[in-house]
């Protein structure tokens, strides 16, 4: 049963701030980015991730242009440690990048960081404990005092420890399930934490505050993030992080307005693994800011390549609808929208445009390399002519009159309705060939000889008419001319405007050429045909019968035709002796 009253809200507004930040529409540049994917995200996976899994990932990330990485918990687990030091004597750490490890606010397992952190050049300590109203009550028992306490002497083993060693590594504090903490409990255990560590410009203490569970509205957290940033001491030697997790699905909009609020840095991880609804997702804020023109400094290039590695290593599922990541999001089987889609593309392309401006695509897919036939018009009953186009002439170069895409398009929808699937190109090909190139029933051009005397053409026409051999005599103001007047008038069929459309399809001396003949008869009915030929004349000839072929009745009409030839014929050569 669901019960409503259980529930209140568990979060804290922080005293008035300075909201000026909420005026502001989008950061100015991009964050320091932290990949957690190897802690956070790992501790979250059913199975964690192996050496060899881990040390994939790691290369991915520093090859994507991740500067910070949480390599891990070293005194979590031997793979935690020993992935550390793989780090350090394979010597896979850059010296730009700079490697974070996690650890509890607990003596022993500081010292087992330490120990792992032997020979690192550039470390980021992280030390957590959590503050939270409900975490107090519940797993520490334990009074503010006591708790700030715990940070307190974290903060100074890690000091001490990385003076002992005369390393310069850098720290960074946690106080974990910040959303469930009050913000001033939160800025004075900061603060406690802070004057323990005294950070100076060339080296600034990273306060990291996380939406362990995120608890609230976005503009919420946003307001606890400019309380801290503009009370906390040292700010300008500090550089306030974002830890958002997931948990309202919020993730994202907590990150952006966080930095809005006076925060440098984002803990993430890609496409948002992490615990339960996951940590924030790196690849939508980044790409969030380059779709506003701005660097986010990560190269996300060939996202196809980096979801494998991705699902490989951490046995996840980048799921379709994944901002900018999954299958689905660049796709369209709309009809409306590939023909915006379509149509904004060529308007692009034949004007050069610098800006991406394409409707219904936010960003440029093939920046992520992927690819417009393969993952943006894809066909399905809901399609269009538009898109069916646009995929015909991609894919195949076969560019039909506008009239016949329509006639097309209906026809593929129809397919895919019934048969309840999407239409792949190839398939579509297949239709198209089946439905309109070279029909041969009830005629099949056999050959043709026309001759041009003075402005008309003349000649003959052979024709296999329902597998009779059949040769027709015409006449024309064109070689088509002649071939439409004789196969007409022969069979009685009356057409009307005609649409005839060619090019070629490929190129070289050896070119074929397509040629498209659209027929409409009986007033409002239009049959379509296609012709494939080295000869563009040929093509043509064979585009005219093939429409023909196509016209509702052509097959009864033609039967009618030859038996009442053959009952005339019968009649005149009577006993083998002509009666008239
Ligand atoms: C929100 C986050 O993601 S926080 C990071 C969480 N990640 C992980 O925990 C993954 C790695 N962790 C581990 O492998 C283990 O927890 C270890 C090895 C670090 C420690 O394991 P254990 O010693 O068995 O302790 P466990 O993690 O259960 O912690 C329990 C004790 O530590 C205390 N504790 C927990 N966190 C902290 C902390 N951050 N600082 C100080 N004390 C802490 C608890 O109060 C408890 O104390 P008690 O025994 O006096 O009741
Ligand atoms: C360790 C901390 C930063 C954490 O992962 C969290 O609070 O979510
Ligand atoms: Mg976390």
Redesign the pocket.
Known sequence: MMNVKKYKKGYYMPPYTDVSWAAKDCAEKAPTWCSVDLR?GN?ALIIPMNLTEKIEFYKKLVQMGFKEIEVG?P???ETEYEFLRTLVEKDLIPDDVTVQV?T???KH?IQRTFEALEGVKNAIVHV???TSAAQRTQ??HKSKEEIKQ?AVE?AALLKELTDRNGSKYRFEYSP?SFTGTEPEYALEVCNAVLNVWKPASDRKAIINL?S?VQMSMPHVYASQIAYMSQHLNYRDNIVLSLHPHNDRGCGVADAELGLLAGAERIEGTLFGNG?RTGNVDIVTIALNMYAMGIDPGLDFSNMPELIEVYERVTRMNVPPRQPYAGQLVFAAFSGSHQDAIAKGMKYHADTCQKQWSVPYLLIDPEDLGRHYDADVIRINSQSGQGGVGYVMEQQYGVCMPKKMREDFSYFVKEISDHKHRELKPEDMYHIFVQHYVNIISPFQLEDFSLKKEETKWYGQIVLMVNGKKTILEGSGNGQLDAVSNAICSTYGIHIYNLVYNEHDLDSGSNSRGMAYFGLTYDDRKTAWGVGVDTDIITASVIAFISAVNQMEGIKEKVKFCQKREAAYEKDIYKDGIAQH
Request: net charge negative; aromatic share 14%; glycine share 4%.
């Open positions: 956070d501790q918990f005194a979590a687990s996690l509890q606010a607990r397992i957590y404990n959590s797993v520490f715990i974290g974990e996380p362990t615990e």
